[in-house]
């Protein structure tokens, strides 16, 4: 066996006198306790610190921007309520998304609306709300978009969404930029020109921008640069042939994060300063007037900060084999590690430090082979009611969790300064049936 060392993605800072992880302030070991596993636990100064670096190289560059919060990542009222504090703007891509926005009175003027396939009710929710953009997609959105806003006499800001075929070196599941992407319009075919004619068109659209997103964790700066060149060689484009200044540039999000030791990614912030710095150089040539910069990122906010609190259960050794550890959650709460095999780090609560002593399966609970949360992870001997914590399982990892199985969603806490706080409940058995109803055979 090779030889087997700490984690290193703990360091001792993250560690109390007894030596247990802490997340937040807060013993890892405790949260459990309280809380009960599995369990969902972010550490709000980590959210706080990423928007932060964000707007600084926004600032030290002297351009406008914004720091739109990609919000599929992690949606919740305490999240939308988080992104407001720190002022950052967020992006919604569904009615749910919005209303949950609005339940925590998220001012919606600071919201984008994205989506290939926005009902006509989401719009009018949109619409209503003082939507603060819609980033329209096709044609057929456009059209039902003039109609809600003939119904509800009302006008919008828009930004189109273009396709700016380039493919992001990405699991192709987590692709959005290639020229047969179902996102948006096609530079090529001349389909982009002419959703700008049909919006210019409008009586109550205001054509505020343009926008591109190349897809999720990407390590490589040059699709970055890739896209910032081809939005301001549109932008450049329409200028000359409609006399349209774009006032604003949005490239999406996507910067890749740090998993495993396998993955080498700069600083999220890192990745923005040359997208800044490559649209100022794209812009200088033309004629075009410096427009706001944009940015998308949801992964890189919340992923790093969250992490996944699981109790060790059942054991599984076969001579030869790697034998499997099982938790008390799985792919219900995490689907990442099955739909794209994605893989993470997972350390024990009690002893992050604790020398490497075994690799083993960190199998799920759920009824399906496919439930692995991990094919190979290092650990230290366990036993049943140690509590594990999975690393960076931030970002659409709660976001996309479901009740396989009729197993419960877990709770999600804010941990900060020490303190904790419930911000998403556990679900009971109760509501898992409270939609259901009896059927009355009818014979
Ligand atoms: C339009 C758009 N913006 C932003 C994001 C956020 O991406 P990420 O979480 O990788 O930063 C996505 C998701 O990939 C997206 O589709
Ligand atoms: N859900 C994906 C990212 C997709 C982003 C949505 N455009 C993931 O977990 O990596």
Not at 182 to 203: I, M, N, T
Not at 298 to 307: E, L, N, Q, T, Y
Request: glycine residues 8%; aromatic residues 8%; negative net charge.
């Amino acid at each position: 066996m090779e030889e087997l060392v700490m984690n290193e993605q703990i360091s001792a800072s993250q560690l109390n006198a007894a030596g247990h992880l802490m997340i937040g302030g807060c013993d890892s070991l405790d949260l459990a306790q309280q809380y009960g596993t599995p369990l969902v636990v972010y550490d709000v100064s980590r959210i706080r610190q990423q928007i932060r670096a964000f707007k600084r190289v926004f600032e030290d560059n002297q351009v406008d921007y914004a720091v739109s919060y990609a919000s599929k990542a992690f949606a919740a009222i305490a999240m939308y309520q988080l992104a407001d504090q720190e002022g950052a703007h967020v992006d919604v891509v569904s009615g749910g998304e919005m209303y949950t926005a609005l339940k925590a009175d998220f001012p919606l003027s600071h919201a984008s609306f994205h989506g290939n396939n926005k009902s006509y009710d989401e719009l009018v929710l949109a619409v209503k709300n003082n939507i603060g953009v819609v980033v329209v997609d096709n044609f057929y959105e456009i059209t039902l978009l003039n109609q809600v806003l003939a119904d509800l006499d009302a006008h919008v800001k828009v930004m189109l969404r273009i396709t700016p075929g380039i493919s992001a070196h990405t699991n192709k599941y987590i692709q959005t930029g290639q020229v047969d992407s179902k996102f948006g319009f096609d530079l090529e075919s001349g389909q982009a020109d002419r959703a700008l004619e049909a919006v210019l068109a409008s009586p109550r659209m205001t054509m505020v921008g343009l926008h591109a997103h190349i897809g999720s964790q990407i390590f490589e700066l040059a699709g970055f640069e890739g896209v910032a060149n081809k939005l301001v060689a549109v932008a450049s484009h329409w200028q000359q042939k409609y006399d349209y200044q774009a006032q604003v540039i949005n490239v999406g999000g996507g910067f890749g994060i740090r998993y495993t030791k396998a993955d080498q990614p700069l600083r999220p912030e890192e990745f923005v300063d040359a997208i800044i710095k490559a649209i100022k150089a794209a812009v200088t040539p033309t004629a075009l007037e410096m427009p706001a910069i944009w940015i998308e990122p949801g992964r890189s906010i919340v992923g790093p900060a969250g992490f996944n609190l699981y109790t060790v259960g059942s054991r599984k050794d076969l001579p030869g084999y790697r034998p499997f550890v099982t938790v008390d959650g799985g792919m219900g709460d995490n689907i990442r590690p099955a739909l794209y095999q994605a893989e993470y780090e997972t350390v024990l609560a009690r002893d992050p430090q604790a020398p490497l002593t075994e690799h083993v399966r960190l199998a799920g609970k759920y009824c399906e082979s496919g439930d692995i949360l991990s094919q190979d992870q290092a650990l230290p001997a366990t036993k049943p009611g140690d509590v594990l914590a999975m690393l960076d399982t931030g970002a659409y990892g709660y976001a996309m969790a479901s009740n396989y199985n009729r197993n419960p969603r877990p709770a999600v806490v804010f941990a900060e300064n020490g303190h904790s706080q419930l911000v998403i409940e556990r679900e009971s058995y109760e509501d898992l049936v409270r939609l259901d109803r009896p059927y009355t055979a009818n014979n």
